[in-house]
């Protein structure tokens, strides 16, 4: 198992998500082992993880998607006050697992879009359902726009990174009114961390609201 996770995360740190993906679809337990690597202490191989993690699951439910089912009921656990255990991005591997075959896990757009209302507590955890929110919009327009009003608070938030992650969902869903007339969010001086394509960037929120609201 540590062989296994090891070998993963050396692919996830040469940035090579598909052969992370790969190596997890071959082995029993690697859909397991991406899920332990989305809370690596690198935020950007955990990342990676998430997206890796979406990739394979889409993979083996293409055979069978019961396997990938049970790992979504993990993650859903994960945010569980009961599970003793902070899914820092749990809510981000369901979106990418969701997001990539709606068809199979139903079910679970609704319950990922929705932890916004059903989750609270510490900000990174906030900042990713925002994220997931935001990857969801393609594959979910109708149900993101029932929690509208929930990621438009967002804006308002004392935390930076939930701020700045509740502009960027904003500008993905197309719904940039909200940021257009916010002034003091055009010029927000605090920064955020956003993860786009295969690393972490970080912008200030002043210039990612401006981005948005053009």
Sequence with gaps: MQALRERIRDQLRDTSIKGAAALAVEAPRGLGTLITLTNDPDAAIGWRAVVALGQAAQCV????????????????????????????RAPQAMAEIVRLEPQHFAEYVPITIHLIRTVHG??????????????????????VECIRPEVEACLGDPSPEVRGMAVWCVGKTGHVEAVRTCAALLHDPESVEIFEGEELRRYRIGELARRVAE
Excluded: C, F, T, Y
Aim: proline letters at 8%; a positive charge.
């Design 122 to 143: 510490e900000p990174a955890v906030r900042a990713g359902i925002l994220w997931a929110i935001g990857r969801l919009n393609s594959a979910a327009p109708a149900e």
């Design 61 to 88: 439910a293409k055979g069978d998607p019961e396997p990938v089912r049970r790992q979504l009921r993990r993650l859903h656990w994960m945010l569980n006050d009961e599970s003793g255990s902070v899914g820092w």
